[in-house]
């Protein structure tokens, strides 16, 4: 089959210009069909459930399509008038059966795609020498992209090892066990050898693929710039987070028990945790320069730089759409309380439907604190502002500028206006003392004539073991007063309020 470099530029209706992407909710698809919107492609993204398609941020930029690989009567639509498809599915979280699922969607979706005339197939597999014992996860990664070349057609398929960045599943569990365990009674695997690459130069290689025609039908090794073992991952993430741990490695801990550690220590559950576990002890670097002499404008990241970029997510200016907006618009119709675990942010979201316009409801959200106080058992507000100030922080001392308008930048009480949008969005950072970063958020969104659908969302990033005790010791009371504010906010307008609004 003759080569061809797609061409990145003005969207199209010949399909020329044309790419697929599966799995358009996962950790690498959603991060993907941005960069290959801002590179000029014409884009389709796939996921199994159309509504959590649909609240995507660049969701009106895209083609939508809902199909199921396991269900190959879904395909044919997904993929007619595709020139290339990514391929970024893998059924870790199904079960012990998942090397069969993987192998089977494979095929399904291959000659699907052959039959519908796609021109190429990218895929993102498993780092490992395959003539190792790999662990049936790694070697279910590898079989996989075997599944998909045996449809004929020409696959790029790129072998990493642990993807670092902020919601990366093999990453949060290094960054979960780090910041929970002072110290860590570990197994053996900590001193394999593993290659990370951040997943800042995934994505440059998975969208350069289309523009580099060399690539096509060939495997691609790729990692970052260092070769480390998982106990030096941990370190470097500690050091980077101004964290003091001790790795003591014992000679038996099976992967079950590892996985039930992993299960109780981490958001991630022991039926994903231990098909990773027991790949662990396979050792993933890169053995040829294929990718160096493919793509010589990558340069990829040392593993400090991928943690420190990871982080910075955590910095007020990424949760608006890394946290926040993920979580809202990930869900076709949102739960009125959620809490959850999201990149290494807890975020509590609250959720009313009110009869009340945005002006009005904005109006009283941005006259909380100050002398007016905050709306709902304001004596305890106070009396964490005393705490504070028990251990030299701001407090409530500092008040605000003006008793109705704020602007970014302004204290009120204890925290700082971070975002301002008009009858909008309202986010403040707090500035008292805590084991970690604390944020308070209020969206709105209008519903129709005088409703406003109001948006409620606390956002804690805790700095190891003494934050996590800290959000749950006072999750409690935090629940308590949070829904108690956001209620109070919903109230009916006062006859003051109504003739302010007239007025």
Known sequence: ?????????????????????????????????????????????????????????????????????????????????????????????????????????????????????????????????????????????????????????????????????????????????????????????????????????????????????????????????????????????????????????????????????????????????????????NEVVVRDDRARRLFPQIQPMTYREAIRRALARLQAGDIESRWSDALASSRATPPPVLLTMQEGMIVERRQLDVDLPPALLFRRITGLGGERGWAYWNWAWRLRGALDRLVGGVGLRRGRRDPQAVRVGDTVDFWRVEVLEPDRRLRLRAEMRLPGQAWLQFDLEPLGPGRTRLVQTAFFAPKGLPGLLYWYGLYPAHAFIFSGLIQSLAQPATPAEEVSRQG
């Open 1 to 281: 089959m003759k080569e061809e470099t797609m061409e990145a530029g003005p969207h199209g209706s010949d399909g020329k210009n044309r790419v697929l992407v599966t799995g358009a909710t996962g950790y690498i698809g959603s991060r993907l069909i941005p960069r290959l919107l801002e590179a000029g492609y014409t884009v389709r993204a796939m996921g199994r459930e159309m509504g959590r398609l649909q609240g995507r941020p660049w969701s009106r930029q895209v083609e939508l399509v809902e199909g199921d690989v396991l269900k190959p009567e879904t395909l044919p639509t997904a993929l007619a008038g595709v020139h290339t498809a990514y391929y970024l599915i893998h059924s870790l979280a199904g079960g012990d059966d998942f090397h069969q699922r993987d192998l089977e969607a494979a095929r399904h979706f291959g000659e699907t795609a052959r039959r519908a005339g796609v021109q190429r197939l990218i895929y993102l597999g498993g780092l490992g020498d395959p003539r190792a014992d790999l662990s049936r996860h790694l070697r279910s990664r590898q079989e996989t992209g075997d599944a998909l070349r045996a449809s004929g057609l020409p696959v790029t398929e790129f072998r990493a090892a642990i993807i670092v960045g902020s919601g990366s599943i093999s990453f949060e569990m290094i960054r979960n066990l780090t910041e929970r365990l002072p110290v860590m009674i570990a197994p053996r695997w900590v001193y394999t050898r593993i290659q990370p690459i951040a997943v800042r130069d995934v994505l440059a290689y998975l969208v350069a693929a289309l523009t580099t025609p060399a690539s096509t039908g060939q495997m691609v090794e790729i990692g970052g710039a260092d070769v480390l073992t998982y106990a030096d991952m941990m370190r470097q993430y500690a050091e980077e987070r101004g964290l003091r741990r001790l790795i003591i490695p014992v000679p038996v801990l099976t992967p079950r028990l590892s996985a039930y550690w992993v299960h109780w220590m981490t958001p991630i559950s022991a039926a994903v945790a231990r098909p990773l576990i027991e790949g662990l002890r």
